[in-house]
Structures are given as C-alpha cells and as structure tokens.
C-alpha cells in the first residue's frame, strides 16, 4: 500500500504531463492506481484526471473495471497502489478523515438503498442532520427543495413502496444531493428500472450536469453518454482504453475493442 506523504496533490503539478493537464483545477485525480481482488488485476495502472464541473461517462463491457473505478474514487473499494485525491485532498484510508472526505462525494447505485421505514422527506435528511448537523428544521426545507428538484416534491411523505423504481432512485439522487457533494458518483443507476422509468432518471442527471455538476457516470445508456458527456472512458479488462469527447468515441473509436463494443452496442 502506498503510504500516506501527506503532500497536497497541488505538489504535483510541476510533473504533470501538460498535454494531459486540465484546464481547469482537477476534482478527481488518480495515479497509478491498480486494485487486485485476489489475483485478478482489476484496475491496472488508472492516470485520470477529472476537472471541476465535468461530467465523464465510463463505458465498457462487462468485467472491464467499470463500476470498481467509480467505487475506489470514494474508497468503496480499497486499492493497493496508487493515490487518489478529491479536490486536491489526498483520500484518506481510513478514520474520520475517511468519512469527512466521504461526505463530499454522493453515490448513486443500481438498487436504490433507501431506509424503507421512513418517509421519502426523512430518507432525505438523515445525512444533513446526523452527519452536517443541521437543525432539523433547516434539512426539512432542503429536502423539501431536493425533492422538488427531482420532481417529486409531491411524494414526500410516502414511504419507498409506495413510489416505482424511477421514483426511488430519484429520491437516492435527492438524498446524495442533500450532502451538498463536490462530486457525484454514478454505479449504472438505470440499469434496474423498467424502460420506461429510465428516461425520467436521466433527465435529472442531465440536469445536474448542465448545472455543472462534477460527475462520473458508468452507464450502458449511449444516448445519455452522447448528449450529458463532456468526456467518454471506454475501459476494457481493467485499465482506460480510450480517453476522448463524446463525438470522437462514437463516430471515429480507435481500438479494436471499442469498435467491436459499439457494434455490439449499438446493433441493438
């Protein structure tokens, strides 16, 4: 495990390649990170870097690391080489520190995760009062405010059961918004919904992006990639493949592996 130097990420930039360098300060940045699950190579070698406000889509068949890249940003999942800063914080391992950085960084999944016993409005503002601290009062009107943003405000006080699954996975993305993230994660959060729920889903995170929100989506939806992205990674057996605008990925790719993905993809 790489130990902790302690040097802000602002350290580093006398070493940047600057063909690579973003023109705006960096939100998410990786270095040389590799994740092993047993003697699988997971993430092999991971350079990435992100910009604040842009929104990277990550494409790539199944297997290809996809969903472990986007759960080692907020150390979901623990890598073995490598560092990864948000903001210019180095990611802690573990602690308070963890946690603190954590709040900063809201997730969305595929399953929805929301407390089933309480009310869609107090799902929303569990995180502001137990971990911001914010008088109750205060987390009623943002919730209030999310949820109203998302489109549901009219849903407040019904429990999960009583929403669909499109409903459901807007109230996760209210909730994560509640946190007031720098960053929002997005592990395939269409890919458990019934067709017609996914539009009314992507919408809200189309949304977020014109709004500039820092985001970093694995996703299956192409049109989505097309429209919301201001990047698209194409990942295959573990490491970043391709590294490009929306525009060049699906008119010109220039592996092998992608195009043979695409076609497939987009046959259907």
């Keep these: 495990m790489t130990q902790n130097t302690g040097k802000d990420l602002r350290a580093f930039d006398s070493d940047r390649d600057a063909t690579h360098a973003p023109t705006k ?9 590799n994740k092993f699950f047993g003697d699988f190579h997971a993430l092999k070698e991971i350079n990435l870097e992100i910009p604040k406000g842009e929104v990277v889509i990550v494409l790539g068949p199944s297997g290809s690391g996809k969903s472990t890249l986007c759960r080692t940003i907020n150390r979901l999942e623990t890598i073995e080489e490598g560092e ?3 903001d210019g914080v180095r990611l802690p391992e573990e602690g308070k520190a963890l ?10 999944f595929q399953s929805f995760n929301l407390f089933p016993h309480m009310t869609i409005q107090d799902n929303v503002m569990l995180g502001p009062t137990k971990v911001r601290k914010m008088a109750k009062s205060d987390a009623q009107q943002l ?3 999310l949820l109203k943003r998302v489109g549901i405000a009219d849903q407040a006080q019904k429990y999960p059961a009583q929403l669909s699954g499109g409903q459901q996975q807007r109230v996760a993305i209210a909730r994560a918004l ?5 960053v929002m994660l997005f592990d395939e ?11 009314e889903v992507l919408d809200v995170m189309a949304d977020l992006a014109r709004e500039g929100m820092t985001m ?5 939806e192409m049109g989505f990639a097309r429209k919301a992205a201001d990047r698209v990674l194409f990942m295959a057996d573990g490491a970043i493949v391709e590294d490009t605008d ?3 990925f699906f008119s010109a790719p220039r592996t092998d592996r992608a195009k043979d993905f695409l076609s497939k993809i987009l046959s259907h």
Excluded at 99 to 108: E, P, T, Y
Excluded at 178 to 182: G, I, S, T, V
Excluded at 216 to 220: E, G, L, N, T
């Design 25 to 33: 300060p960096s939100m998410i940045s990786m270095r040389n990170v």
């Design 84 to 86: 990864i800063f948000i």
């Design 99 to 108: 946690a603190q950085l954590r709040s900063d960084v809201g997730m969305v």
């Design 143 to 145: 919730a209030l405010s």
């Design 178 to 182: 509640a946190m007031k993230p720098k």
């Design 189 to 199: 959060p269409t890919s458990a919904l019934d067709p017609e729920m996914v539009n």
């Design 216 to 220: 970093v989506c694995v996703s299956h």
């Design 246 to 248: 929306p525009d060049t």
